[in-house]
C-alpha cells in the first residue's frame, strides 16, 4: 500500500529496502519486536529512529527486554529514513523539534533505578500499578514519559496507528494516554473503577488512575540469584539500571552477588523508619 507520494507503508517492505540480507521470516521477527515498542508504521519508525535518550528506539526495545539493534542496522534505517523524500523533516520541523528537545531535556528527572523510584515516578504521572515485575514497571514508565510528551495531534495519530480508530474531539489527552497503555500493558494495568472515573470527570479532574497494589520488596538470597543463568542475570542488572559496560567481563558469581546487594537496599528502604 503507497501513500500520495509513493510511500510503501508496508513496514516490512520498508526494513527491507534498508536491510536487503534480512529473510522474509527475520523481517517477521523484527515487526513484531518494533510492535511491542507501538512502532507499527514507516512513520512511527521515523520518528522512534529520532529519539533521543529514554526515547530512544534501543532504550525503549531495552525497556520491555528486547535485543537492541545493531549500530549497522539502525545506520541502514537512518539512511532509508534520509532517502525518503515524504519522510524529510524541513529545516523549520527540526529546528522545532530540537527547541522542544532542548526544553524537556531542561525539565526531565532521571529515571529511577528502583521499584520504589519507579512507583513514585508513575504516581507523578498519575498511574497507578499492579504487581508486576521490574522490567514491566520500567517499560511503562517510559512509554507514559513518552507519551505525556506528545502534543494533542501526535497522540490522535498514535491512537489511530496503534489502535485503528479515529479519537473523539471531546476525549482528553489523558483519556487517549491510558488508552495507549492499557494496549500497550494490558496485563500491568488494573481495571479502572468507573464510579471512581465518574466522579473524577464531573470534579474536573484527570480521569487517569489505576488501583494500586504496588509490589514489596524482597531481599533476594544467593542460592535463588545463582538459581538463573547467566543471561537472566544480566537482564535483572539492566531492568534495575545497574548495567555498565565494566559488567560485561563479570562472572555470574559477581552479578548474583551484586544483585542480591541492590536487592537488601531496596528491602531495608522498604521498611518503617523509626523515630527516636
Known amino acids: 500500500m503507497a501513500d500520495a507520494q509513493g510511500l510503501d507503508l508496508s513496514l516490512a517492505a520498508f526494513i527491507g529496502a534498508a536491510k536487503p540480507d534480512l529473510k522474509p521470516t527475520q523481517l517477521v521477527v523484527v515487526e513484531e519486536k518494533l510492535g511491542k515498542v507501538g512502532v507499527t508504521n514507516v512513520q512511527e519508525l521515523a520518528h522512534a529512529l529520532r529519539g533521543r535518550n529514554e526515547r530512544s528506539l534501543n532504550n525503549r526495545l531495552r525497556a520491555v527486554g528486547e535485543k537492541c539493534f545493531t549500530s549497522e542496522t539502525l545506520s541502514a534505517l537512518r539512511q532509508r529514513v ?55 514497571m520500567r517499560a511503562l514508565l517510559l512509554e507514559a514519559r513518552r507519551l505525556s510528551a506528545l502534543q494533542r495531534p501526535d497522540l490522535a495519530a498514535e491512537v489511530r496507528g496503534r489502535l485503528g480508530r479515529n479519537p473523539e474531539r471531546s476525549t482528553s489527552s489523558e483519556e487517549l494516554i491510558r488508552q495507549l497503555l492499557e494496549a ?10 468507573t464510579a471512581d472515573f465518574e466522579r473524577s470527570k464531573s470534579d474536573e479532574e484527570d480521569g487517569f488512575t489505576f488501583e494500586i497494589l504496588a509490589p514489596t520488596p524482597e531481599a533476594l538470597s544467593l542460592s535463588t540469584l545463582t538459581a538463573h543463568s547467566e543471561e537472566e542475570l544480566r537482564a535483572q542488572c539492566k531492568a534495575r539500571g545497574l548495567w555498565t559496560d565494566e559488567l560485561q567481563s563479570k562472572s555470574k558469581g559477581f552479578l548474583a552477588v551484586l544483585l542480591k546487594m541492590e536487592s537488601r537496599r531496596e528491602y531495608l528502604q522498604s521498611l518503617p523508619q523509626v523515630q527516636d
Open 82 to 136: 534520509r532517502e525518503e523524500p515524504s519522510l524529510r523533516r524541513s529545516r523549520r520541523q527540526a529546528g522545532e523539534v530540537l527547541k522542544g528537545f532542548a526544553r524537556e531535556t531542561s525539565r526531565s528527572e532521571a529515571m529511577p533505578t528502583s521499584k520504589e523510584g519507579m512507583v513514585q515516578a508513575l504516581e507523578d504521572l498519575g498511574l497507578e500499578v499492579s504487581r508486576c515485575q521490574v522490567r514491566e
Open 184 to 193: 500497550s500493558f494490558p496485563d500491568t494495568l488494573e481495571p479502572r473503577n
